[in-house]
C-alpha cells in the first residue's frame, strides 16, 4: 500500500501549485466549461486525497480500502484490541484527523449552502414587496433604485432583477444581453457550481489556494454566462436585427454598468458586473479567443478524471 500512498500524498501535495498554475493560466478563458470541469476535480480531488492519506497512514492492508481499514482500525483501538503504545496511538491520531478532515468539508458545505437558503429567502422577500414587471424587461423584476445593477437569485425560485438606474442607462440591445447573460446563470445553475469554492473560501480565508479556486470559478462562470449571451445576441442579428459584432452589446453594458459604481448585490445573487474582473470580461467580447482544440479538451477531460479517480480508487480499493 505505501507505493499508492505516495501517490495519493502527491495528489494532495500537488494541488495546492496546480491552482495556482491553473489560476495564472491564460487557456480557460478560451474554453471556460472545461477550466470549470478541472477546477472541481482539483479541489474534490485534494478533498479525497487529503482524507486519503491521513486515514493511509494509521490504516491497515488487509482490508478492502483504506476506509474501511481505517475505520476498522478505529474500531479495534477503541475497544481495547488494536496495537497500544505510542505507535498505535500515532495511527489512531491520524485516522482520527482523516475523519475531522471529512466532517469539517461537509460541514463547511452544508452551513455555506445553508446561509445562501436563507439569504436568498430574504431577498424574495423583500422583491415581493419592492420589486415590479415592467415590459422593457419581460420576465425580470424592477426595483427603483437609481444605482445600476442587474444580478439574478438562482434556486426554485429563482428571480431575475434590474434596478430602474439600469434601465435609464443602457439601450435595447444592450439591455437584452443582460438579460441574457442572467438567464443563462439561472438556467445553468451556475451558483451550484461556485458553491462548493465559496465554501472552501470560508473555511480555509488564509489559504492563497482557496481564494484563487473561488475567484477564477467565479470569473469564469461569467464568462460562461457572457457566451451565452453573445450567443443570443448572434441569433438575434440573424432574424436581421442588425449586423454589429454580438459581443459587444454585453461589452458596452459591461463598460457603463462598471463606469455608473458598484451596485449592491445580495449574497448568494450572481451579478453581471460583479467583482473586478469586467475589464477581462469587455476584452474577451470584443476580442473573442480561439476555442480549444479536441486534442486540448481531451487532454483537460483526462486530467480531471484522474484527479479524482485516482484518490478514490485509493480509498475503496485493496492495494
Known amino acids: 500500500m505505501f507505493p499508492a500512498l505516495l501517490i495519493v500524498a502527491a495528489v494532495a501535495a500537488g494541488s495546492v501549485p496546480a491552482a495556482s498554475a491553473l489560476a495564472r493560466a491564460r487557456w480557460p478563458a478560451r474554453s471556460p466549461a472545461a477550466a470549470i470541469v478541472l477546477w472541481q476535480a482539483l479541489g474534490l480531488g485534494w478533498g479525497l486525497a487529503a482524507v486519503g492519506v491521513l486515514a493511509g497512514i494509521g ?32 495511527r489512531l491520531g491520524f485516522v482520527a484527523a482523516s ?29 415581493s414587496l419592492l420589486g415590479h414587471g415592467d ?27 434590474v ?7 443602457l439601450d435595447q440591445a444592450e439591455l437584452a444581453a443582460v438579460l441574457a447573460h442572467e438567464r443563462a446563470h439561472v438556467r445553468e445553475r451556475h451558483d451550484l457550481v461556485l458553491l462548493p469554492f465559496t465554501a472552501l473560501l470560508r473555511a480555509f480565508r488564509w489559504s492563497p489556494a482557496a481564494r484563487d479556486a473561488a475567484g477564477s470559478v467565479a470569473l469564469l462562470l461569467e464568462m460562461l454566462a457572457d457566451d451565452h449571451a453573445v450567443g443570443y445576441v448572434a441569433a438575434a442579428a440573424a432574424g436581421g ?14 463598460l457603463r454598468v462598471g463606469a455608473a459604481g ?13 467583482g473586478g474582473d469586467v475589464a477581462v470580461r469587455v476584452a ?25 479517480a485516482v484518490p478514490a480508487a485509493f480509498l475503496l480499493l485493496s492495494f
Do not use: N
Open 284 to 308: 474577451r467580447l470584443l476580442t473573442p479567443p480561439p476555442g480549444l482544440r479536441a486534442a486540448a479538451l481531451a487532454l483537460v477531460g483526462g486530467t480531471a478524471a484522474a484527479l479524482v
Open 262 to 274: 458598484p451596485g449592491t448585490v445580495p449574497c448568494g445573487a450572481l451579478a453581471v458586473a460583479d
Open 241 to 254: 436585427r442588425g449586423r454589429q459584432r454580438p459581443g459587444r452589446p454585453l461589452a458596452m453594458a459591461l
Open 135 to 161: 415590459p422593457k424587461v419581460p420576465g425580470a423584476l424592477v426595483v427603483d433604485h437609481p444605482a445600476a445593477a442587474a444580478y439574478c437569485v438562482p434556486g426554485l425560485r429563482s428571480r431575475i432583477v
Open 99 to 127: 475523519l475531522v478532515l471529512f466532517v469539517l468539508l461537509i460541514w463547511v458545505l452544508v452551513a455555506s449552502s445553508a446561509a445562501v437558503l436563507r439569504a436568498r429567502r430574504r431577498q424574495r422577500e423583500l422583491l
Open 59 to 90: 490504516a491497515r492492508s488487509d482490508h478492502a480500502g483504506v476506509a474501511l481499514s481505517a475505520l476498522a482500525f478505529a474500531r479495534q483501538a477503541l475497544t481495547g484490541q488494536g496495537p497500544g503504545g505510542l505507535a498505535g496511538a500515532a
Open 163 to 169: 434596478s430602474a438606474g439600469t434601465l435609464e442607462l
